[in-house]
T-cell receptor, first 114, second 116 residues
Framework: DAGVIQSPRHEVTEMGQEVTLRCKPI?????LFWYRQTMMRGLELLIY????????DSGMPEDRFSAKMPNASFSTLKIQPSEPRDSAVYFC????????????FGSGTRLTVV | AQSVTQPDIHITVSEGASLELRCNYS??????LFWYVQSPGQGLQLLLK??????LVQGIKGFEAEFKRSQSSFNLRKPSVHWSDAAEYFC??????????????FGQGTTLQVKP
């Protein structure tokens, strides 16, 4: 298996623009998670899905952020409009079931909003 | 509220020396516990995990960790550090509620520097 695949690896955009981050989880993994990593706040859970359904989005910072999982093999995290404080590394992770399995993380998308 | 604390932000050890990275958690029950490693510019890789049974668990790359319920700790150890172990290490706790859906909560991380 190729692991969790995220695209793009790097994204530089201007403030106010829409940004879409993409994730392909490992086949057969029923849970998908989006995390954000910054120096100030560390790793924060933004949202997670089970069988394509959003379960907990309490970590989504504000309405500018939205996430979808239209099918078992694809998820997007969208920021519209983007702001400089959204600059961070965004990670996607997946797991086959309950937490005891641990999560497999993608390589992340480094987002810079200028 | 549930939390994970890694008291040491930065640790420097000499190559060949032993290593212990500390992790404490705050949670009512015994959670699932994990250690991850992150190399620069990379994602997080699972080193080891504990959810029940033997409190000393072995992981990849020669790492081990010991769960101590009385101290709410899950410290990571390695008897002899290699230069390639230089990275950031994260302790994580899976808060699995009655629904068992789980959420992984991370500590702030410990950056390990290895001196030649």
């Amino acid at each position: 298996d190729a692991g969790v695949i995220q695209s793009p690896r790097h994204e530089v955009t201007e403030m106010g623009q829409e940004v879409t981050l993409r994730c392909k989880p490992i086949s057969g993994h029923d849970y998908l998670f989006w995390y954000r990593q910054t120096m100030m706040r560390g790793l924060e859970l933004l949202i997670y899905f089970n069988n394509n359904v959003p379960i907990d989005d309490s970590g989504m910072p504000e309405d500018r952020f939205s996430a979808k999982m239209p099918n078992a093999s694809f998820s997007t995290l969208k920021i519209q409009p983007s702001e400089p404080r959204d600059s961070a590394v965004y990670f996607c992770a997946s797991t086959p079931g309950q937490g005891r399995y641990g999560y497999t993380f993608g390589s992340g998308t480094r987002l810079t909003v200028v | 509220a549930q939390s994970v604390t890694q008291p040491d932000i930065h640790i420097t050890v000499s190559e060949g020396a032993s290593l212990e990275l500390r992790c404490n958690y705050s949670y009512g029950a015994t959670p699932y516990l994990f250690w991850y490693v992150q190399s620069p510019g990379q994602g997080l890789q699972l080193l080891l995990k504990y959810f029940s049974g033997d409190t000393l668990v072995q992981g990849i790359k020669g790492f081990e960790a010991e769960f101590k319920r009385s101290q709410s700790s899950f410290n990571l150890r390695k008897p002899s550090v290699h230069w390639s172990d230089a990275a950031e290490y994260f302790c994580a706790v899976d808060i699995h509620g009655s629904s068992n859906t789980g959420k992984l909560i991370f500590g702030q991380g410990t950056t390990l520097q290895v001196k030649p």
